[in-house]
């Protein structure tokens, strides 16, 4: 065969290889990206410090694909360093979620956080959306950082479905915290006299005046002396509010009176 033919028959070869390559496509390398986020307690501390925290979920924007799921690990943080805002507000132990999406293209992801889980009467619902990059790892400071607004308000008594005596007192006692479990005290960081507590009261379906409960030291709790009139039954709503920080909670229960 002659070397010149045979030379320029594989110069064709390669140069149709080349061109099925270019209009067949070649496929994307997938690109590893670590994405760290982190969900703190409106005007208090990290979510995390116990198995059922904040659980969250990355999705596709656009598409609505789940690309990572799960819940923050990890402590509540360092109480004076979030709150003197020092950058970064985590350490090391802080809780956090991590996950390490392949991408082969930017995507638009959205976090969505539901927590705390542990609490379910008090859970809430946030999320967020960004651009994330192949490669460009969403680790730097805090991370992709966000914020959980509410309370968790636990009604310790009167328990549900109680039977209570018709014309009699009863005790009402509340716990309310902040989503990160932080507890709130007549001279701790988080002061008690910030948080209104009320009770709101239904007999058989009728509204009944509002009724405010008073923080006790001792106890931790809030409370207050609830009468009973007739036989009937009695649905207690416990409201928190703390103004400073927008934060609410509720509690529930219902109780029978013979």
């Known amino acids: 065969m002659n070397p010149l033919a045979s030379l320029s028959s594989r110069r064709a070869i390669g140069a149709c290889a080349l061109v099925l390559a270019l209009a067949v496509g070649v496929p994307a390398q997938a690109e590893p990206t670590d994405v760290e986020v982190r969900v703190l307690a409106r ?10 925290s904040a ?24 109480t ?4 003197q805002g020092r950058a970064p507000l985590s ?28 609490q379910p009467q008090a859970a809430t619902t946030v999320a967020s959306s960004q651009w994330i990059l192949p490669g460009r790892h969403v680790t730097a400071g805090d991370g992709w950082l966000l914020e959980l607004p509410g309370l968790i308000v636990d009604l ?7 039977w209570v005596k018709a014309n ?4 009402l006692e509340a716990s309310v915290t902040l989503m990160c479990g932080c507890g709130l005290s007549t001279d701790g960081p988080w002061k008690a006299d910030g948080t209104d ?13 509002p009724q405010t409960l008073r923080f006790n030291a001792a106890t931790s709790r809030y409370e ?25 909670g509720v509690a529930r229960t219902t109780f029978f009176v013979k």
Not at 43 to 52: D, L
Not at 91 to 118: E, I, N, Q, W, Y
Not at 199 to 206: E, P, R, V
């Open 55 to 78: 659980l969250v979920t990355l999705t596709d924007a656009e598409t609505g694909e789940v690309l990572a799921k799960g819940m923050t690990r990890g402590s509540t943080g360092d």
């Open 224 to 248: 207050t002396q609830l009468a009973t009139q007739g036989p009937g039954i009695y649905e207690v709503q416990i409201r928190a509010w703390t103004g400073t920080t927008n934060n609410a």
């Open 156 to 162: 310790a008594t009167p328990t549900a479905y109680q």
């Open 80 to 83: 004076q360093r979030i709150l």
């Open 197 to 209: 507590v009320e009770a709101y009261l239904w007999i058989d379906g009728k509204k009944q005046k």
């Open 43 to 52: 005007g208090a501390k990290f979510i995390g410090g116990y198995t059922a």
């Open 91 to 118: 350490t090391p132990d802080s809780g956090v979620f991590k996950a390490t999406l392949d991408l082969t293209d930017a995507r638009r992801v959205t976090a969505t956080v539901t927590g705390p889980m542990s």
């Open 168 to 171: 009699s007192t009863i005790p």
